[in-house]
């Protein structure tokens, strides 16, 4: 039973999103994101200026005068959301917890689709795979999605990102563009974006928060992680610790873009401070600079 506030939430979401969608990313979500590739639709009469290639022979022989193939583009696409909400996705300090950015870019990603009549798919892993929805078309299936994001309730804390990226290959079957949606704060999981991203055109979304990047000074505090469920006292007055903690995160955040680099995948990065539109909006205008090459 969803609640009413749930009810409210997915409500803000959809008209803002759809809206968002309409206005400023419906013209590059289609440019940017191809279909399958071409197909065949007919024959027709060979035209002065046409392709010699696309030239049917066997028809040509029996009409006795020359037809070419006419192609038409196979739009038709599919975008899966594979969105992390481990433990580590309810923590948010400024705006929102990450679990619900994640939520707000699923939505904006999925509406996007839907204008373009293509299907949406989502993964929602933890440790384990907690939800599978197979790929759909509609705005029904769009909200049924983001309903599954935002009332998530995990029986299981941790994160798998290798799990999560070897079920997008096996329920893919074709080609897709997948938004992996996550702080990647996990490991282990090089290789099995390797091997998606060979066949998918996968876009890590980053969730970053403040509290990822530095420590505040509020004395001797104590820190839970929030998937292991152990404790610590740390004294954030120290300089050395805050610059500690900063040079590791620092590092954390250094090799996901190395390996992101090392993939040529279009990494996104979205803060639970900032706005999630701004992110993917100028996402999809690289993409169409870079094909407009």
């Not at 009810?7 to 590059?28: C, F, N, P, S, V």
């Not at 070419?68 to 038709?76: G, N, Y």
């Not at 100028?282 to 090459?293: E, I, Q, W």
Request: some cysteine.
């Amino acid at each position: 039973m969803i609640s009413k506030e749930l009810l409210r939430q997915l409500r803000k979401i959809e008209i803002r999103t759809q809206r968002m969608a309409d206005q400023q990313l419906a013209g590059t979500y289609h440019s940017v994101f191809k279909g399958q590739g071409l197909s065949f639709r007919e024959v027709r009469e060979y035209l002065p200026g046409d392709d010699v290639r696309f030239i049917d022979w066997n028809v040509s022989a029996r009409m006795d005068e020359p037809f070419v193939k006419v192609f038409v583009e196979e739009r038709e696409m599919t975008v899966m959301l594979v969105v992390d909400l481990s433990a580590s996705e309810q923590w948010g300090t400024i705006r929102a917890p990450k679990a619900q950015v994640a939520a707000e870019v699923s939505a904006l990603c999925a509406f996007s689709a839907i204008k373009n009549n293509d299907n949406v798919g989502l993964v929602i892993s933890t440790d384990v795979i907690e939800k599978l929805v197979p790929p759909k078309k509609g705005d029904k299936h769009v909200m049924r999605v983001i309903s599954e994001i935002m009332g998530f309730q995990p029986e299981y804390t941790g994160t798998n990102l290798k799990l999560a990226l070897e079920t997008l290959v096996k329920v893919a079957k074709r080609r897709s563009v997948a938004f992996v949606i996550s702080d990647f704060f996990g490991d282990g999981f090089e290789r099995a974006l390797a091997l998606a991203s060979a066949k998918h055109d996968v876009i890590p979304v980053m969730l970053v928060d403040p509290r990822d990047e530095e420590l505040p000074d509020v004395g001797i505090a104590s820190f839970e992680d929030l998937e292991t469920g152990e404790e610590i006292l740390v004294d954030t007055s120290s300089p050395a610790v805050r610059r500690h903690y900063a040079e590791s995160m620092q590092q954390i955040r250094d090799e996901r873009d190395k390996l992101f680099r090392k993939l040529a995948l279009d990494r996104v990065v979205v803060r639970t401070d900032g706005s999630f539109i701004h992110p993917i909006r100028d996402l999809f205008a690289k993409r169409a600079r870079r094909m407009g090459r």
